[in-house]
């Protein structure tokens, strides 16, 4: 019997190919440009966060931690703090995303899967041009045109929801609401936020218009070859596709309703205390102080002004930090593999 003998060689080890990339001057000139690009932005923000930290740090030093607890805004006697107006700028963007979010997210399904064609253009044309009108122009309608047809909805709000405690409003006589003092629900925060949420609500719009159009076909005539019905496929495939975008829609308006300024300064009545009853007169925001005090501040005033444009300064740099990175994580631009 022949046995043949069948000898194994060694696999002999195989060397990735090392892959060169060739780089010309096209991409040079452009990797310099961007990278040119980057650190122009970083180095702005940076000075300007120095320009802010150096012309504060005569108040700060005044203050001190306490700075971030006093309600008071009497720089002349030493006696000024931001817990009252960061609380009220919050409470302010806080009302107007509440406003702007359900808006936005309606405005953008619509133009991305119920708009006609022939429409759809039109619209997104329209909303970006909202969100080029200037504040100045929101804030006058507010105060002239709004605020009077607003304060019937407070009057409901506060009767038949006062339980509630945001929406308590003290001296409010239920059994005779005209009884009440004169102006308790006007120039409140509640209008505000109203204005400063329409003001917002195309810049949500349109991140999250966006990201919906980017849901994969795939998966939507997928969704509706199942038997899902428009509303079906809008909940199960567009929704959760735009999550991400839905977020950092939030987040960027959110940013933007911290930073207003003009609007909240014509509608709102500054009172320098914590006041968390949305519907009362009187609150005031960061921004609405600087634009206010500025003008008749005195040297030490102006640098207790610079500080507190130093902590809306960073507080906006976080919230549109985190909106970006979001973003940036979301789903957006993902193809489908059906």
């Given amino acids: 019997?022949?046995?043949?003998?069948?000898?194994?060689?060694?696999?002999?080890?195989?060397?990735?190919?090392?892959?060169?990339?060739?780089?010309?001057?096209?991409?040079?000139?452009?990797?310099?440009?961007?990278?040119?690009?980057?650190?122009?932005?970083?180095?702005?923000?940076?000075?300007?966060?120095?320009?802010?930290?150096?012309?504060?740090?005569?108040?700060?030093?005044?203050?001190?931690?306490?700075?971030?607890?006093?309600?008071?805004?009497?720089?002349?006697?030493?006696?000024?703090?931001?817990?009252?107006i960061l609380f009220g700028t919050f409470l302010i963007a806080l009302v107007a995303i509440t406003v702007a979010v359900p808006l936005a997210i309606g405005t953008a399904l619509y133009i991305s899967e119920y708009a006609p064609r022939r429409s759809k253009q039109l619209l997104i044309s329209l909303v970006d041009l909202m969100a080029a009108v200037p504040s100045i122009v929101y804030g006058l309608w507010g105060l002239f045109l709004l605020q009077g047809r607003v304060t019937g909805i407070s009057r409901w709000l506060t009767t038949y929801f006062g339980w509630i405690p945001f929406l308590h409003v003290d001296g409010f006589d239920k059994a005779d609401p005209l009884a009440g003092p004169a102006g308790t629900l006007t120039s409140s925060t509640f209008i505000a936020g109203i204005v400063v949420g329409l003001m917002v609500t195309p810049i949500a719009t349109s991140v999250m218009r966006e990201v919906f159009s980017q849901a994969p076909a795939g998966e939507r005539e997928g969704a509706l070859a199942l038997g899902a019905t428009k509303w079906g496929m809008i909940r199960s495939v567009v929704l959760p596709f735009g999550k991400g975008g839905i977020i950092g829609g939030t987040m960027l308006g959110l940013g933007r309703a911290l930073g207003e300024t003009i609007t909240v300064y014509l509608i709102i009545s500054p009172v320098f205390s914590v006041q968390p009853h949305i519907l009362e007169t009187g609150a005031s925001s960061i921004a609405a102080t600087i634009a206010g005090k500025y003008g008749a501040a005195s040297a030490f005033g102006t640098s207790a002004l610079f500080a507190a444009g130093l902590a809306l300064f960073l507080v906006t740099l976080v919230v549109n930090f985190v909106a970006a990175s979001i973003v940036a994580k979301s789903r957006s631009g993902a193809v489908s593999d059906a």
Avoid: C, H
């Fill in 1 to 84: 019997m022949n046995t043949t003998v069948v000898e194994q060689r060694p696999e002999t080890d195989v060397a990735a190919r090392e892959i060169r990339e060739r780089v010309g001057i096209a991409d040079l000139i452009f990797r310099g440009i961007t990278r040119t690009s980057g650190i122009t932005v970083l180095t702005i923000m940076s000075l300007v966060g120095l320009f802010l930290a150096y012309r504060a740090s005569e108040a700060l030093r005044a203050q001190g931690f306490k700075f971030l607890t006093d309600q008071a805004w009497e720089p002349d006697s030493r006696n000024f703090g931001i817990a009252a």
